[in-house]
């Protein structure tokens, strides 16, 4: 009889000479220089290139920075983004023959990189738009060169160790530095340069605590106390966003680690049970979505995001298949934009909507490839349940969860200079691995009963 579970320690890694189950016998990732020598870029990542930075709405209304791109307003922006970079792609040499045999096993990938590229060409500003194209391309090339250098135990405690530090250090931004951590209607931003990048992004690393277990119990209380500080400054940081992510999260936990306990066959059986009852509630929550917001102190509006939404169709209409160039819409008053911000009335500079943004940059081609490789990874995470025994594949799944409910009211899918892009990649790139492999197991399983 075929066994209903197939464990991802024999799930053999293509590239490179080591598989999985050799690698997992390794030291701790902390105890390696490369975790050391990578932790200011990321956690630079992780902060969107904003760390430390005071968030200041005046500053954008000239097109001049972003609240997602790194602070050209902000001293030495432009030089420690050059600093971090030339960190990462020195790091990244030693292990490019991985990367290169790892793009070509993702052509999806890399053809949405090249059109990033290529939207150069019919930018306004094809300088700025290649110059940006480069960065987010950089940031995707992370998330492979993680793949090829770490695995999956390894990742995910590094990433843990970024939501730590994190933490850690926001709380002592709100002692040491109130004025930095103030953001936007007295919400806490830690070191984040944002409240809702904090109470987004936060929970991206801090998930990887779900699918780790540390052995000593004082590790175990550590981390409890680490996650109850995250919850925390999620609450602190007032993003109604943030706490809607986080709570999807803790759902999302919940169930796939529930699901995943049975063979196969149940776990199919339960998740089709359920998309009902799902579908149910999420009719209920858009049809009292007013009550709602009125209960979490928000308007039906969404703070003028279904306002934004509109406004920006028409000029997604303008140029619907190719977008703007990526990167080269927001330019404040100058162009298109313009039009928008006249709409809107205030000062702008993403479309508060991770496609609509992505929309805008790089068109209709663009939002289907990026939408094509965040819903095969969906259907990865469903093959896996019941087949793969680690828990590493439904961390992949939750990074996917929260990209996509956290893109409905910010525009930070896809973004350079993030490491939620990173981890998005990485999410994805490694769910088409493993369930190929499951999917080839499962092929190979009737032939060598016969």
């Excluded at 990732?29 to 990321?42: D, E, F, S, Y």
């Excluded at 995250?230 to 602190?236: I, K, N, S």
């Excluded at 009125?294 to 509109?310: E, F």
């Excluded at 965040?374 to 990074?399: H, K, M, Q």
């Amino acid at each position: 009889m075929i066994a209903p579970a197939f464990a991802l320690r024999e799930v053999r890694q293509e590239v490179g000479s080591k598989s999985i189950a050799e690698s997992e016998s390794s030291v701790s990732v902390w105890k390696t220089w490369t975790a050391w020598i990578l932790l200011l870029p990321l956690v630079f990542l992780a902060c969107a290139g904003f760390p430390l930075s005071q968030n200041d709405p005046g500053v954008f209304l000239s097109g001049s920075a972003s609240i997602f791109q790194a602070p050209s307003f902000e001293p030495f922006g432009t030089e420690l983004q050059i600093s971090m970079w030339s960190i990462v792609v020195l790091m990244m040499l030693p292990s490019r023959k991985r990367i290169w045999e790892l793009l070509k096993a993702s052509p999806v990938v890399v053809a949405l990189m090249l059109l990033i590229l290529l939207s150069s060409v019919w930018a306004d500003h094809p300088f700025a738009v290649f110059r940006r194209g480069m960065l987010v391309n950089l940031t995707l090339l992370l998330g492979f060169y993680l793949i090829a250098r770490f695995n999956p135990e390894e990742r995910l405690n590094l990433i843990l160790g970024i939501g730590i530090f994190s933490v850690i250090t926001s709380f002592m931004t709100a002692v040491l530095l109130p004025r930095i951590n103030q953001g936007f209607g007295n919400g806490w931003q830690g070191i984040f340069g944002n409240k809702n990048a904090l109470a987004i992004f936060l929970f991206f690393f801090l998930s990887a605590m779900f699918y780790t277990r540390p052995v000593r119990i004082g590790m175990r209380i550590f981390r409890i106390l680490i996650l109850c500080g995250g919850v925390v400054l999620v609450g602190l940081s007032q993003s109604r966003g943030g706490w809607f992510v986080v709570a999807m999260l803790f759902l999302f936990v919940l169930v796939s680690n529930f699901v995943n306990l049975f063979e196969r066959r149940n776990a199919v059986l339960i998740t089709v049970l359920g998309l009902p009852i799902a579908g149910g509630l999420l009719w209920v929550f858009t049809q009292n979505l007013g009550t709602i917001a009125y209960a979490v102190g928000k308007d039906p509006g969404l703070s003028n995001r279904t306002i934004i939404w509109a406004a920006v169709w028409p000029a997604i209409l303008k140029r619907p298949i190719l977008g703007y160039g990526y990167g080269g819409f927001w330019n404040g008053l100058e162009g298109e934009s313009g039009y928008v911000l006249l709409r809107v009335g205030t000062s702008l500079v993403h479309a508060h909507n991770g496609l609509l943004n992505l929309w805008l940059d790089i068109g209709l081609v663009g939002v289907a490839l990026a939408l094509f490789i965040t819903l095969r990874g969906v259907w990865d995470v469903f093959t896996c349940l019941g087949r793969v025994s680690e828990p590493y594949f439904l961390w992949y799944g939750a990074i996917l969860l929260m990209t996509l409910v956290g893109s409905i009211d910010e525009s930070f899918f896809m973004n350079q200079n993030m490491l939620t892009t990173t981890l998005w990649v990485l999410a994805c790139v490694e769910l088409r691995r493993v369930a190929s492999s499951v999917n080839a197991d499962q092929r190979r399983a009737p032939l060598a009963s016969l």
